[in-house]
């Protein structure tokens, strides 16, 4: 804690606002209080963060970009028309970046420029979703997040367009921490999606630490997409906390490939009745990586539903967890809610724990969770074996179909197939027969 105590002094506000400082001081006062977590901690029982504890992660200094945009556009994958802001090592990349045609009244800009505009909307918001109370990575990005990303989508606004926002990390990473922010405030009956893609150039070792506020107003529908594909030695833990309105829908999907060890909490508060929450998602690690996802649906309105579809696939000595609850206030009668698990180990070192869990207080509500961990259909591969498909494709081939229920999730065309392909390229190109 020393060092990061050292790297605290010597980090500058974004901005001389009062508010500020008092915030990152308060949340590195807690981050020092709380320590890393360990394995006594129950929400982090099968996830040790020792490898993150043991070394410390210095800001990433500020360096001129090395990429061209044909790198830029290659490694961010999407669509050419999406709005696109990139951040390259933690800095902002104006040249890489396009968010022409908004709607009027829209607001789509960094954290930074956010604060020196308009710091009444920022203060009013920032670090009041994603508590630092009892979180010590929430609380260790809001004392050393410099930049990040706002959209503010005012009442009745639609955005056609995705808005897609691209983290590159490279060598110049090695032995850092970059700590994205984003913020997101949608309106009453505003309607938008969201692409967090994160990625890096080479396997330097670093650190992401990404904290996501995301505000749904009451009938506003956000479609928010994560894309983790970081270098093999990286490590990443991001957090999502979310609250919704009346009438209000929220779709997750968090797809994770990289990083040595990776952890990615989404927690939603439904606040309003009617309320919709669709949080999916799916984890293929292989070799020693660890992947860990938790979710917590806080069901606080009657009349609201929840569907949860997450998949892994897990092969060579790699390890899976997932751990999620619903909660039921005694005020949410009616509540649907439905969670479901599934993993797929496609090897013998292979290992996954999963907790799903249900905390009901009301009475009239429908709420079931299933977990299931397997292997290999092995009748099926027989069948295909037995029509000539070679065992590895046909293994990759039932791979992908274990895969596919969650993919479809997916609106995004362009997204789903781009992942699609990356499924594919995980499992099947490589042993083409």
């Known amino acids: ?16 606002n009062g508010w500020l400082p008092e915030l990152r001081r308060a949340a590195f006062d807690r981050f020092s209080a709380l320590g890393f977590p360990t394995t006594r901690n129950e929400d982090w029982h099968f996830t040790s963060v020792t490898p993150i504890a043991e070394r410390t992660f210095k ?72 508590s630092y109370e009892d979180q010590t990575f929430t609380a260790m990005n809001t004392a050393f997040a410099t930049d990040g990303v706002v959209i503010h989508v005012p009442k009745g606004a639609v955005i056609p367009v995705p808005i897609h926002i691209v983290h590159v990390c490279d060598t110049q990473a090695a032995g850092g921490a970059v700590y994205p922010r984003l913020l997101v405030v949608a309106g009453e009956q505003a309607q938008m999606a969201v692409i ?29 997409y994560k894309v983790q594909r970081e270098s093999t030695e990286a490590f990443h833990v991001g957090t999502v906390q979310v609250t919704q309105g009346r009438d209000s829908v929220y779709h997750s999907f968090s797809f994770a490939e990289g990083a040595a060890l990776s952890r990615t909490n989404v927690y939603t508060r439904m606040l309003g009745p009617g309320a919709e929450a669709k949080l999916n998602g799916l984890y293929l690690v292989d070799g020693t990586q660890h992947a ?29 967890v997932f751990n999620g609850k619903v909660y039921v206030d005694p005020e949410a009668q009616k509540t649907d809610g439905k969670q479901t698990n599934h993993a797929l180990l496609l090897s013998e070192g292979a290992r996954v724990d999963t907790k799903p869990q249900l905390e009901i207080f009301a ?45 479809e999730t997916i609106e995004l065309d362009t997204l789903r197939l781009e992942l699609e392909a990356a499924v594919f390229a995980h499992f099947v190109s490589p042993v083409q027969e």
């Open 1 to 16: 804690m020393t060092s990061y105590a050292d790297a605290f002094a010597t980090t500058a506000a974004p901005a001389a």
């Open 59 to 130: 800001a990433v200094k500020p360096g001129a970009s090395a990429h061209s945009a044909n790198d830029i556009t290659a490694l961010a994958g999407g669509d050419a028309s999406w709005h696109r802001l990139v951040f390259v090592n933690g800095r902002f990349e104006k040249q890489f970046s396009h968010m022409d045609g908004l709607p009027a009244g829209v607001t789509v800009t960094t954290l930074a420029e956010m604060i020196k505009t308009r710091p009444e909307f920022v203060a009013e918001r920032l670090g009041k979703l994603a």
């Open 196 to 224: 967090e893609t994160y990625v890096s150039v080479g396997t330097p070792q670093y650190l992401t630490n990404a904290v996501a506020e995301i505000e749904v107003g009451d009938g506003a529908r956000v479609d928010h």
């Open 292 to 320: 860990d996802h938790q979710t917590f649906v806080e069901h606080i309105a009657p009349n609201c539903a929840s569907r949860e579809l997450y998949k892994g696939i897990l092969d060579g000595s790699s390890h899976g």
């Open 363 to 407: 009475d009239d509500v429908k709420c079931t969770h299933g977990a299931t961990v397997g292997k290999l259909d092995q009748v099926g591969l027989f069948y295909m074996k037995s029509r000539g498909i070679g065992a590895d494709n046909a293994r990759a081939l039932l791979t992908y179909a274990f895969a596919a229920e969650v993919l």
